[in-house]
């Protein structure tokens, strides 16, 4: 059996890292990215500024995985949970979407 990760898909709120002053809230963008443990970066994909007020579908996220090297682990599901965004961006926080599931490498065996 192959290794199990999770996989996170978040609206980023704006376009600043934190900590480095107000960010433009119009530069919100979907990411999907693969927590690795014991790595600093992690496989990550993003859908373009034009798509920010759309929930990528089941279908678009099983390919923005696939473009990373990963596919659902059998019998995962998305979960889904509500956070809200940090104050420290310089814009009024508010509440977004927080996708998860588990994801194995593309390549391995089940």
Request: glycine share 8%.
């Amino acid at each position: 059996m192959s290794d199990t990760f999770h996989a996170l898909l978040s609206r980023r709120c704006c376009d600043v890292p934190e900590n480095l002053g107000k960010g433009n809230v119009q530069r919100a963008r979907w990411r999907l990215f693969v927590v690795l443990p014991n790595s600093a970066q992690f496989p990550q994909f993003e859908w373009p500024v034009s798509r920010r007020n759309v929930i990528p579908t089941p279908d678009e996220r099983v390919r923005a995985l696939a473009s990373l090297g990963y596919r659902l682990a059998p019998d995962a599901e998305w979960t889904w949970t509500e956070d809200e965004t940090p104050g420290y961006h310089g814009h009024p926080s508010a509440v977004s979407l927080l996708g998860g599931t588990s994801v194995v490498p593309a390549s391995g065996g089940e």
